[in-house]
Nanobody
Framework: QVHVAESGGGLVQAGGSLRLSCAAS????????MTWFRQAPGKERAFVAS???????YYAEAVKGRFTISRDDAKTTAYLQMNSLIPEDTDVYYC?????????????????WGQGTQVTVSS
């Protein structure tokens, strides 16, 4: 079993930056891909970015060039650096992990979800 917990959300003005963290604990010795999704009220949860066990990254078009996903050497913490934030980035951001050597971009391959952290970008 793996527990995933996000931190780092908050309120920021448009054009600003935030860094989200996602800590995985428990049985983390096996390959885990770590992925960020986001969801606004009344909308479907959407893929944001993913990083594979080996460090390969993949981004949604809406955030490419502005967001960067990374993970620490121990591969137990993933980060989402969000720059040039716009009001449309306002959402609850969820960290998720799945047993995979590759990136994960879809819900069906996610095994563990965090509780979510609110990001609000004011105009």
């Amino acid at each position: 079993q793996v527990h995933v917990a996000e931190s780092g959300g908050g309120l920021v003005q448009a054009g600003g930056s935030l860094r989200l963290s996602c800590a995985a604990s428990g049985r983390t010795s096996s390959a885990l891909a770590m992925t960020w999704f986001r969801q606004a009220p009344g909308k479907e949860r959407a893929f944001v970015a993913s990083i594979s066990w080996s460090g390969t990254t993949y981004y949604a078009e809406a955030v490419k060039g502005r967001f960067t996903i990374s993970r620490d050497d121990a591969k137990t913490t993933a980060y989402l650096q969000m720059n040039s934030l716009i009001p449309e980035d306002t959402d609850v951001y969820y960290c998720a992990a799945g047993r995979s050597f590759d990136v994960i971009t879809t819900f069906g391959r996610i095994d563990y979800w965090g509780q979510g952290t609110q990001v609000t970008v004011s105009s």
